[in-house]
């Protein structure tokens, strides 16, 4: 019995497990002069921040990210400042590099957002500028901008990856950071909640407690890591292998079934209301729900088995700081539904009929 749960953490089926191609370069690596495998994303972003060396530890941030980032400048003692964004999640190189000047800052880090080219490059980085592009959301995408300095990227967000951080660099390699250790306690936990899981979808068998209780374990102990990890070698085998081609394939066509939803208007709003270049690939289906409803939905898609996570909640960094009204309306507003290779056009009906049992439920309530 296959229990078709629409979302949650990943685990590695076995139709992941038979499919993997021939190993070779990515896209996403192939015009880097040197690239390194670590852990997570967090700690790709601190070996990229090892390698600056003796560059004024001032960096500019978005307003909108999530607390690995933060977490990963404070942990290398930087100062930190940030910058809003509009609604839509757009930006232009020439508001970065206005604000890093204002900011005295000397790195910036930016995220194009969910798979999208939200970034207008309209003015050149300068060179006295160390550049980091967040990768993250926007791994399969191709998009490249010039002047960049790092790229990292988590890759444990796009697929069923025990651990797993990249991270490359433009200009010569580099530093030698000598030989990280593999964290195996996490891989550990994770792998085995991967097979409890696969067990618990695929056949019915256990429950669902135990491996959601490993999976928790293995993210506190990722999250409380002080030093740098290489990415496990099963995890980093599979990354080389995945059949990324078929991946982006299912995420676009995931995506494009959502866009046809008649009544996202009764919804809230939607931030990429086009997916109309083929070389984007989606990370998920990012939407703002209106007037505060945005819990009560969440709620009701998990009565359904569809698990519409948050992305991202606010940082305790940024609730201390405080952020642009409009980047506290986003926080409070966003939720996204899941697009990834697991789900076809059947899981995206569900969504659909999901979504109109909810609106005319809240129809009934007025009534």
Known sequence: MIKREIGSDFYLSR???????EAGPLALELSLTDRRYLSSGRQAIRYCLRDLGAVPKRA??????????????????????????DRDLGMTSSQLIEEAQKQAARVLLFHPYFGFDSLEMDQAFPEDLVVIHDASQSFASNLSYPGVDYRMVSIRKWGPFSDGGFCGKWTGPFRDQGQLPDDREVNRLVQEAYAL??????AGQGDKASYLDLYRQALTLLSGREGLYAMDPQARDLYLHYDWEAMGQKRRANYQALLAYPRWSDLGQLIFPQLDREDLVPLYFPFYVGAGRRDQLQAFLIGRDIYAPVIWPCPDYLKMRGVSPQVARLYQEILVLPIDQRYGRQDMERIHQALDDYLEGEVKDLV
């Open 15 to 21: 139709s992941e497990t038979g499919s993997q191609q």
């Open 60 to 85: 500019l941030l978005p307003e909108f990210t999530c607390t690995s980032v933060i977490q990963a400048f404070l942990q290398e003692d930087y100062q930190l400042a940030f910058y809003p964004l």
């Open 197 to 202: 899981k696969a067990a618990y979808i695929e």
